[in-house]
């Protein structure tokens, strides 16, 4: 079989805005995360500021100078969408709460990103075509991939906790596993598309390798809570992605593999749940439990407009040594009380209930039931990670990523409904002449 076999090219490239609907987007999450040092997080609260701090703030800066220069600073002229008000409503809440944080540096920074992040993805949205999403989703599966050949060849010094952890560069197994969960989702959305292989970028050959090397890295990285949300994604877009039958195939698959590792491998899931701790920490959650005891007693002081953007990242580390909130809805109530952790699942539950009529519509389905999947993922993963409810990482930047992708399947919904309803009146037109 040829290299020109494996990525097969079936028809001429769709119209799509351009490589900045894609590569932005992209820089915005390797800026936020991939790291070639190591930093405590009271040096990141302190507000001070080294070369790789300053590169993200210039990466974030140059992508929204482009825009401004590409499409000016005009406001917009459309009637904007719900689910575009509510990301816009989370974002600029978010933003405004910095001006009342404990860390002000530290949480006008990330205003500042969170603000370009949103202005990414509402120009993506507006201007971009499912086509635009498509390429920016394999681009980052190579790019997961490339991190993970990057990691098995050259380790990186490693913390005491991390040390029998899967990484790359100085980029957290948990961040790593948010990574390695989305691009497993994202391989096996488009594996699965047997009735649109048109989809497809690259061979099923390809997606089947790429997924069982995706596969293995998130177990190496021993991160649970990514594991389980990549499962749980993993339901969800099987059984939306592919309809009834799809249903189907969850419930047999499912029976079948969980049978099998009851049977076979009962031990090593043990080995990794476990993952060597004691009995005394995995009932905690490693601490976790402690620490949000700590955060709703940081929450009761301020219970309506939070505490601060950026807040929790440094309100804990006296009392238990730990930054952030570890659960993004506790992290949204710390940082932007009951107002912005309203406003945070108002987007949540908005985002899922479009996804869920655009699945609906047997033509966008396998793309909306993609997007359920991780949705899902970053759903349940959020009980033990804040990277969701936060600015500046991979979670965050995805999480709008899935809403500029959700316009761009409403509005080709509408383009079919129009092409639909044309060629319905097509023939009425040639039967009455005298009205044309």
Not at 65 to 81: D, M, N, S
């Amino acid at each position: 079989m040829t290299v020109k076999g494996l990525f097969p090219r079936r028809r001429p490239p769709a119209p799509t805005a351009g490589w900045w609907a894609y590569a932005l987007p992209l820089a915005l999450m390797l800026a936020s995360d991939y790291k070639l040092r190591s930093r405590e997080v009271d040096q990141s609260v302190g507000g001070s500021a080294d070369l790789t701090v300053l590169l993200e703030i210039g990466i974030y800066g140059a992508a929204a100078l482009y825009l401004a220069y590409r499409f000016g600073l005009r406001l917009p002229t459309r009637r904007t969408t719900g689910l575009l008000f509510a990301a816009w409503a989370w974002a600029g809440y978010a933003a405004l709460s910095s001006l009342w944080s404990p860390y002000k540096s530290l949480g006008v920074v990330r205003a500042g990103e969170l603000l370009i992040t949103v202005l990414v993805a509402h120009m993506v949205a507006t201007r971009a075509r499912p086509e635009d999403l498509r390429r920016l989703a394999h681009a980052f599966i190579a790019i997961v991939l490339a991190s993970v050949a990057i990691g098995a060849a050259h380790p990186f010094p490693r913390t005491s906790h991390t040390e029998s952890r899967f990484n790359w560069l100085y980029v957290h197994p948990v961040i790593a596993g948010v990574y390695l969960g989305i691009a497993v989702l994202l391989t096996v959305g488009y594996l699965i598309r047997w009735t649109t292989p048109r989809d497809r970028l690259w061979h099923p050959i390809v997606y089947v390798g790429v997924l069982g090397l995706l596969s293995a890295a998130l177990i190496a990285t021993q991160t649970r809570g990514a594991a389980l949300g990549c499962a749980i994604g993993l339901v969800v877009l099987l059984s939306t992605a592919r309809g009834p039958r799809g249903r189907i195939d969850v419930l047999v698959l499912g029976a079948a593999v969980s049978a099998l590792g009851a049977l076979a491998f009962s031990d090593k899931i043990l080995a990794f749940v476990s993952r060597g701790e004691t009995a005394e920490k995995l009932a905690s959650l490693n601490s976790r439990t402690d620490l949000w005891a700590l955060a709703m007693k940081a929450y009761a002081e301020s219970p309506i407009f939070g505490r601060g953007l950026g807040a929790s990242r440094g309100l804990f580390l006296e009392d238990i040594g730990l930054g952030g909130g570890h659960n993004a809805f506790i992290n949204a109530l710390v940082d932007n009380g009951a107002v912005g952790a309203g406003i945070f699942a108002a987007l949540l539950l908005t985002l899922a209930f479009v996804l869920l009529l655009l699945a609906r519509d047997r033509a966008l389905r396998q793309d909306a039931g993609m997007l359920l999947g991780i949705l899902a993922f970053f759903l349940a993963d959020g009980m033990t990670t804040e990277g969701l409810a936060t600015q500046a990482n991979v979670s965050a930047v995805w999480l709008f990523i899935l809403v500029a992708w959700a316009e761009t399947l409403r509005r080709r919904g509408r383009e079919l409904q129009a092409l639909s309803a044309g060629s319905a009146a097509a023939p009425q037109v040639e039967r009455h002449p005298q009205h044309a």
